[in-house]
């Protein structure tokens, strides 16, 4: 299994070759948005950090380098540019473990795509994470200093109606039940090569590189 450090120089290699012009921006990697799941919406619980606020649970079958997220949550909270803090937890026992990152960010898109009846989609980028293949995290994404408010999906194929919330002195309550559900939200990212592919990769690269420096003929 790779380690995170590992990870990361991945990411770094499978970038090295593009300039800025050629950079796009990640592609959707998770979603669990109202509309997508079809689930009834539970909406309204106070989403602040510090105060309350949420995490879910995320797992993928292929390393991630996630570096955007959004949230779904009442239309009337947030705007373009309001301050938000993105937080990584290890699972330990199906519970958050230990902050694994953590990254102050700011709302940059709000609209309605894939939202609910009086609920908006709030976008915000962040530097980003690596995250291992078949490993289990727990996510969220709150207001830094004020109410972004959260919505949460019940009655949807995949989700366990299990979401954790946390209170301001960052303890933490695992809810379970139709009653509370999922939290509503997507993310962002790119794959990261394996090992046997990145070294693949890096060969082939050096025989570019080693192409062009070969002197010519007389």
């Not at 070759?17 to 669990?32: E, F, I, N, R, T």
């Not at 519970?95 to 009086?118: E, N, R």
């Not at 994470?129 to 830094?144: E, R």
């Amino acid at each position: 299994m790779m380690t995170h450090a590992l990870l990361k120089t991945c990411v770094a290699a499978a970038t090295l070759c593009l300039s800025p012009s050629m950079v796009l921006a990640s592609p959707l990697v998770w979603d669990w948005s109202p509309a997508t799941t079809g689930a009834t919406v539970t909406d309204g619980w106070t989403n602040q950090n510090p105060g309350q606020h949420f995490a879910e649970k995320v797992s993928f079958a292929t390393g991630k380098n996630i570096d955007g997220m959004d949230i779904y949550s009442l239309d009337s909270f947030g705007s373009v540019g309001s301050p938000v803090k993105i937080t990584i937890w290890a699972d330990s026992s199906d519970q958050p473990g230990a902050v694994l990152g953590q990254f102050s960010s700011s709302v940059s898109i709000i609209d309605t795509l894939g939202a609910a009846a009086g609920e908006t989609r709030k976008h915000a980028d962040f530097s980003g994470f690596a995250m291992l293949a078949n490993t289990t995290y727990w996510i969220g994404m709150a207001g830094d200093g004020f109410d972004l408010t959260q919505t949460g999906l019940t009655g949807f194929a995949g989700g366990d109606s299990v979401m954790a919330q946390f209170n301001s002195d960052d303890t933490f309550t695992v809810f379970t039940g139709t009653g509370v559900g999922d939290m509503a939200f997507r993310l962002y990212g790119a794959s990261v090569p394996e090992p046997a592919t990145l070294t693949l990769f890096g060969l082939g690269l050096a025989g570019l590189f080693a192409n062009r420096r070969k002197p010519r003929a007389n």
